[in-house]
């Protein structure tokens, strides 16, 4: 069995693996930028524009057909039936001008793992923050700084950089290091749920906002995640 987190981006993205005893196996991340694929050449893939003569639209695409290629190559030597992955779903409440090219590369990849057959899971980012550290708001510095008790990777794959909110501007960490440790809770989540498929682990062992993850129902998932069937092109 594998179980795989999947955190995308449009200009990076991580990708994390996980054994059956729950811990990192490999990793994986995207980006366009040099400064971070020389940081870990080893684990990463770096997308970048072909000349100027290349336009947007031809790069995005390249960009969602790499994305395909490397996710074919981590999945070839896997059993489908055995393979899990969790990706993170779409922040609605986002204003970016992106959310459209980032929905068509998310579409691309869940189509191809729907095809191949492998079990997904998507969890929405207030359930990532929850399990992470506990709280429906927090920084993405606040979930690196836990993922990094569990989980050594790079500190130059992380930038401190200033963003704007409502409140004002913060300090706050961006690049593909906060995409693998996205990635390694979206793994560690869909492991705690298959232990508590399999009766190994117990709702009344998990913190507070572990219980809330797997009990909780919005809008659109009126069912808890419990209750609701794998995303998998195969029949058991």
Do not use: W
Not at 11 to 33: A, K, P, Q
Not at 160 to 184: C, M, R, S, V
């Amino acid at each position: 069995m594998k179980i795989i987190g999947l955190d995308i981006s449009l200009n990076h993205g991580g990708v994390v693996v996980l054994d059956e005893s729950g811990e990192v196996e490999s990793y994986l991340f995207f980006t366009t930028i040099k400064k971070y694929a020389k940081v870990d050449f080893d684990h990463c893939l770096l997308l970048q524009q072909q000349g100027k003569e290349e336009s947007k639209d031809s790069y995005h695409l390249r960009k969602i057909g790499s994305y395909l290629t490397v996710l074919n190559i981590y999945t070839s030597a896997f059993d489908l039936r055995k393979t899990y992955i969790s990706i993170e779903g779409y922040s609605y409440g986002s204003l970016s001008t992106a959310i459209c090219q980032i929905a068509e590369l998310t579409g691309c990849i869940k189509r191809e793992l729907f095809e191949k057959g492998c079990k997904i899971r998507v969890h929405d980012p207030l359930s990532v923050k929850l399990f992470a550290t506990g709280k429906g708001i927090c920084l993405k510095k606040d979930i690196v700084k836990q993922a990094k008790k569990h989980f050594t990777f790079p500190d130059g794959l992380i930038k401190e950089e200033k963003k704007k909110t409502k409140y004002g501007a913060i300090l706050e960490y961006g690049g593909p290091g906060t995409d693998l440790a996205d990635a390694y809770f979206l793994a560690r989540m869909l492991y705690v749920e298959l232990m508590i498929r399999k009766g190994i682990l117990k709702l009344d062992q998990l913190s507070e906002g572990g219980r809330r993850i797997f009990l909780r129902t919005t809008k659109m998932y009126p069912v808890n995640i419990l209750d609701r069937p794998f995303i998998s092109g195969l029949q058991d």
